[in-house]
């Protein structure tokens, strides 16, 4: 199938598209940036919310500080199954500004309050937008090409770990309300820089907007609305909606249906699905195997441990290594972060989904194996603690801690994109509430170490996984995924 859909020739990609794309994503991205000023904001208030001479009415107890690092995954969990249905009826433009809103109401409550069930609400009322920043994704993966579409998608980890980075330098050198000062203003340019963007071409085709389509595909790619390319590439895009497209891939290219599928008869303009994305999904066996296997590897990503490390950065560090600054150990953690997801963004779209899934699984195995040992044994100098915690962390965001995200957004077909990026955030945030909630519970019952034993087997077995079970989406259109997923027996 994706051989004969080769004859639509796919647009190539101009220097000053790429450009366009690349500036799209940046915009698009700036809202992952307010997830990590949410992620940080915990880890350099909880001595303070702990202590004595905390702003609050009164100090947080440790079931309220669990709390505080996991009720935004319980927002997020809630506000899920919402973003499916925003995303296929308000637009993947309209549904992320949509849920930049949460951001800004969460700065203005902590703003406003000194209630320790304020703030706790404030945070689960964050998880919201971070639910449907993580979906916007989907709008990425719709506007960027082929061959550049691993790496824009995986950009979205680089402004979330900027944020991280620039929320633990606030909170070393500003005072706490100009923290909320600082963030409640980023967010609101977060929503205006979304609302320049032309919405993703591949909704407009969904919804049956064909000219709207047709100037957002000229827009991202810097071409005439009435060249050949844009009608070529409004052609496939009503292909991977086809109806009869899964049936054609099962039939392994049948010449007959092929040619009908391809029919350029206006007549027979090829016409989306009418049924509901549940009936959809349910007949399409390409996307009930992708959807299974994406669930796995966001499920073993989460369990590796990076989260933890994340949301308690600072009191991580401050019990691993005692002799340095954990703010500044916090610092140049996100630092690690960011730098590795640019270098993913640079190598994913060389290397590959698979290959690098594996490779950095193992690493991030060994790195997490080393750690526990290390700080269950305490075999060698603080000094190597806290070059065990990056060197995981770095090889962590180099594969297995972007690739599943970029996989949720890129192998399902259109009209089930939503609804399957919906049930794969709903169970990563059940997950992330269930890790960041148990953590301290498991530590103070097992030890730090052995904790770390834990995250290290999940490392090898999403390699295993991996490898079994993951075909190689690079450069790939929809309906060549499809066919992967068709073959691959999980």
């Known amino acids: 199938m994706d051989m004969k859909i080769e004859k639509l020739e796919k647009i190539k990609l101009k220097p000053s598209a790429f450009l366009i794309q690349v500036i799209a994503t940046i915009c698009i991205c700036f809202l992952a940036c307010q997830t990590g000023f949410v992620c940080a904001w915990p880890s350099f208030t909880i001595e303070n919310f702990k202590s004595n001479d905390t702003v609050l009415s009164t100090p947080m107890t440790t079931f309220e500080v669990s709390l505080l690092g996991s009720l935004g995954n319980i927002g997020a969990f809630a506000a899920t199954p919402f973003c499916g249905y925003a995303f296929n009826n308000f637009g993947r433009k309209y549904a992320t500004i949509l849920f930049g809103l949460p951001y800004v109401l969460n700065w203005a409550i902590i703003y406003l309050t000194r209630s320790v069930l304020w703030i706790l609400l404030a945070v689960t009322i964050s998880g919201i937008g971070v639910a449907g920043q993580n979906a916007s994704l989907i709008f990425i993966s ?13 950009l ?5 770990f900027l944020g991280l980075m620039v929320g633990y330098a606030l909170g070393g050198y500003l005072t706490y309300y100009q923290v909320i000062y600082a963030n409640m203003t980023m967010a609101v340019i977060a929503m205006v820089l979304l609302m320049v963007l032309p919405e993703s071409p591949v909704f407009l085709v969904l919804v049956g907007k064909i000219e709207a389509a047709t100037k957002s595909i000229s827009f991202y790619n810097r071409l005439d609305p009435s ?6 590439e409004i052609k496939r895009i009503q292909i991977q909606l086809d109806p009869r497209l899964e049936k054609v891939l099962e039939a392994e290219l049948d010449p007959e249906a092929l040619s009908r599928l391809l029919a350029d008869k206006e007549e027979d303009k090829v016409k989306p699905h009418t049924e509901s994305a549940w009936k959809i999904l349910k007949q399409s066996k390409s996307s009930k195997r992708a959807l299974a296997v994406v669930l796995v590897m966001m499920a073993s990503s989460v369990l590796m441990g990076s989260p933890v490390m994340q949301v308690y950065a600072e009191p991580l560090f401050k019990e691993a290594v005692p002799s340095m600054s954990s703010n500044q150990c916090s ?7 960011l730098v590795s997801s640019f270098v993913c963004v640079m190598v994913i779209d060389k290397f590959g989904r698979k290959n690098l899934m594996i490779a950095t699984s193992v690493g991030s195995g060994v790195c997490n194996l080393l750690l526990g040992t290390q700080l269950h044994f305490h075999w060698a100098g603080y000094w190597f603690t806290a070059f065990l915690i990056y060197a995981f962390n770095c090889v962590f965001t180099l594969g297995c801690g972007v690739i599943p995200f970029v996989l949720n957004a890129e192998v399902f077909l259109p009209e089930v994109r939503s609804l399957c990026s919906s049930i794969i955030m709903s169970s990563l945030w059940v997950i992330l509430f269930f890790l960041l909630f148990i953590f301290n519970h498991l530590v103070e019952l097992i030890g730090l170490g052995p904790v770390f034993y834990c995250f290290s087997s999940i490392c090898f077995f999403s390699a295993i996984f991996s490898y079994v079970a993951l075909p190689e989406t690079k450069g790939l259109s929809a309906d060549a995924i499809q066919a992967l997923f068709l073959k691959k027996k999980i």
């Open 142 to 154: 719709e506007i960027s090409h082929d061959s550049i579409r691993g790496g824009m998608t995986a």
């Open 156 to 160: 979205s980890a680089s402004g979330y």
């Open 227 to 232: 060249s050949k390319e844009v009608e070529t």
């Open 331 to 337: 610092i140049f953690l996100a630092l690690d972060f």
